[in-house]
Nanobody, 114 residues
Framework: QVRLVQSGGGLVQTGGSLSLSCAASERTFGAYTVGWFRQAPGKEREFVAAISWSGGSTNYVADSVKGRFTISRDNAKNTVYLQMNSLKPEDTAVYYC??????WGQGTQVTVST
């Protein structure tokens, strides 16, 4: 069982930055690939970014986040981060971290105002 606890997020104006954190209870967290997903109102959950256990491979599915979002991890702290810069109103969503899409964080609201 992996428990994921998210922090960060909130309200920011267009062009601003926010950072999300995802801390795991499991010591072997460092062995997992961790992903960030988001779900906007009325839309399906979408994959945003993922990072391998070694931190050496990152993948972005959404073209709209390339060059703006950065995923990183600190295995010593059992934590994965999502740095979001140049935020746009369309980035507004509830963001979730996940391990293998089996274990999920509680979700964090990110709202970008115009």
């Amino acid at each position: 069982q992996v428990r994921l606890v998210q922090s960060g997020g909130g309200l920011v104006q267009t062009g601003g930055s926010l950072s999300l954190s995802c801390a795991a209870s499991e010591r072997t967290f460092g062995a997992y690939t961790v992903g960030w997903f988001r779900q906007a109102p009325g839309k399906e959950r979408e994959f945003v970014a993922a990072i391998s256990w070694s931190g050496g491979s990152t993948n972005y599915v959404a073209d709209s986040v390339k060059g703006r979002f950065t995923i990183s991890r600190d295995n010593a702290k059992n934590t994965v981060y999502l740095q979001m810069n140049s935020l746009k109103p369309e980035d507004t969503a509830v963001y979730y971290c996940s391990v293998n899409q089996v274990y999920w964080g509680q979700g964090t609201q990110v709202t970008v105002s115009t």
